[in-house]
């Protein structure tokens, strides 16, 4: 019986590797893909990627399968950069891993593979796919510390029913476990924590390039100026760090946090203290709303929820739909709810979907 070929997205990294690993293990016939996606700043020092491509086929040689590299540079500026400026602009902020999860690693590279004759496609995210009553579930990853099922939720049945999770039953220490003990070069390589496929840099001056500074004033709900901002779209609901806010105001030593942006005046407002009403929530209204089986959840049944990544779940209901959008509330005010950033819908450990927080 002919082997199903798979083609494993290989980024560099050790998750990635690992999987190849497992598949191969696992009978199938394995081909790595790399994936380059950014082309701006190819020499610049926080692009990666060079790197990355060297290490994925130095773990390729030692799997011995083969590896190609394709070129989804325009894609991912066309389907996910410009839309993370438009929503920067607009003074939201964006989670481009979701989106590109969905155009890219899900869409560009699924029908790249298909092309090949691939049977399905893999990559190295902590996250589970279960064949149930018919449908495809999208579960967490087994490591609650590594969970990636966040980032999926806008994945499909069509997406899912083509795609592997290898090391989705693993905890991070046993993934690198099994890179060390095949002397993978990337055994101990450190995990990527900066913007899907452009890498960890300075924010405030990769922003600067693609939208200008407006610079503005700083202020209370009363209207009490503070200071100045360098330009609303370096500022994110909750942020401490970086508001260059001295001494003290209203008598009060504790620290400044965003807690909201007037776009038209281009005002940045902030608030002292962590736990300030301002920063707190009962509930959120989400749009472009996707749903993994293509069902809306039911309303007023008890479920969780995720505004950011490495949430704790949170208790909810969905109150209400009206069109594409819905109302969730909570059990307990979320704090620093972001405009921009996903919500994330779940039923124990099954990822029901999701949406776009709007207010």
């Given at each position: 019986?002919?082997?199903?070929?798979?083609?494993?997205?290989?980024?560099?990294?050790?998750?990635?590797?690992?999987?190849?690993?497992?598949?191969?293990?696992?009978?199938?016939?394995?081909?790595?893909?790399?994936?380059?996606?950014?082309?701006?700043?190819?020499?610049?020092?926080?692009?990666?990627?060079?790197?990355?491509f060297?290490?994925?086929?130095?773990?390729?040689?030692?799997?011995?399968?083969?590896?190609?590299?394709?070129?989804?540079s325009?894609?991912?500026?066309?389907?996910?950069?410009?839309?993370?400026?438009?929503e920067?602009?607009a003074?939201?902020?964006?989670?481009?891993?979701?989106?590109?999860?969905?155009?890219?690693?899900?869409?560009?590279?699924?029908?790249?593979a298909?092309?090949?004759?691939?049977n399905?496609?893999?990559?190295?995210?902590?996250?589970?796919?279960?064949?149930?009553?018919?449908a495809f579930?999208?579960?967490?990853?087994?490591?609650?510390?590594?969970?990636?099922?966040?980032?999926?939720?806008?994945?499909?049945?069509?997406?899912?029913?083509?795609?592997?999770?290898?090391?989705?039953?693993?905890y991070?220490?046993?993934?690198?476990?099994?890179?060390?003990?095949?002397?993978l070069?990337?055994?101990?390589?450190?995990?990527?924590t900066g913007?899907?496929f452009?890498?960890?840099?300075?924010?405030?001056?990769?922003?600067?390039?693609?939208?200008?500074p407006?610079?503005?004033?700083?202020?209370?709900?009363?209207?009490?100026?503070?200071?100045?901002?360098?330009?609303?779209?370096?500022?994110?609901?909750?942020?401490?760090?970086?508001?260059?806010?001295?001494?003290t105001?209203?008598?009060?030593?504790?620290?400044?946090?965003?807690c909201?942006?007037?776009?038209?005046?281009?005002?940045?407002?902030?608030?002292?203290?962590?736990?300030?009403?301002?920063?707190?929530?009962?509930?959120?209204?989400?749009?472009?709303?996707?749903?993994i089986?293509?069902?809306?959840?039911?309303?007023?049944w008890?479920?969780a929820?995720?505004?950011?990544?490495?949430?704790?779940?949170?208790?909810?209901?969905?109150?209400?739909f009206?069109?594409d959008?819905?109302q969730?509330?909570?059990?307990?005010?979320?704090?620093?709810v972001?405009?921009?950033?996903?919500?994330?819908?779940?039923?124990?450990?099954?990822?029901?979907?999701?949406?776009?927080?709007?207010?």
């Amino acid at each position: 019986m002919k082997k199903k070929h798979v083609i494993v997205g290989m980024s560099g990294g050790v998750d990635s590797s690992v999987a190849a690993y497992l598949l191969k293990q696992q009978g199938y016939d394995v081909t790595g893909l790399f994936m380059k996606n950014w082309e701006d700043d190819d020499t610049d020092e926080y692009c990666s990627s060079r790197q990355d491509f060297l290490d994925a086929v130095s773990v390729a040689d030692i799997l011995d399968i083969p590896i190609e590299a394709v070129n989804f540079s325009a894609a991912y500026k066309d389907r996910v950069f410009s839309s993370f400026l438009r929503e920067y602009q607009a003074g939201r902020t964006p989670n481009p891993d979701v989106l590109c999860n969905a155009e890219i690693k899900f869409k560009a590279f699924l029908d790249h593979a298909c092309t090949l004759g691939a049977n399905h496609i893999a990559t190295g995210h902590y996250a589970q796919v279960r064949e149930f009553d018919g449908a495809f579930q999208l579960l967490k990853g087994e490591d609650g510390a590594k969970d990636q099922s966040y980032f999926l939720y806008r994945l499909n049945q069509q997406q899912l029913s083509n795609t592997l999770f290898p090391i989705g039953h693993l905890y991070k220490r046993d993934v690198r476990k099994i890179a060390s003990d095949l002397k993978l070069p990337n055994a101990a390589k450190k995990d990527s924590t900066g913007i899907c496929f452009i890498g960890e840099r300075p924010f405030r001056e990769f922003l600067s390039r693609y939208l200008p500074p407006e610079p503005g004033e700083i202020q209370t709900p009363e209207g009490n100026v503070v200071g100045r901002h360098l330009g609303l779209m370096y500022y994110t609901i909750g942020q401490r760090q970086g508001l260059g806010i001295g001494g003290t105001r209203d008598g009060s030593d504790e620290p400044w946090f965003v807690c909201g942006k007037k776009m038209t005046d281009n005002v940045l407002v902030v608030v002292q203290g962590h736990d300030h009403p301002r920063l707190l929530q009962p509930s959120l209204k989400a749009a472009d709303l996707t749903w993994i089986n293509g069902e809306r959840p039911h309303c007023n049944w008890v479920y969780a929820a995720k505004t950011r990544y490495r949430q704790k779940d949170a208790p909810c209901t969905i109150a209400s739909f009206d069109r594409d959008q819905c109302q969730v509330d909570f059990a307990q005010d979320q704090w620093a709810v972001t405009p921009g950033q996903s919500v994330v819908i779940y039923e124990s450990n099954v990822c029901l979907g999701g949406g776009i927080i709007v207010a």
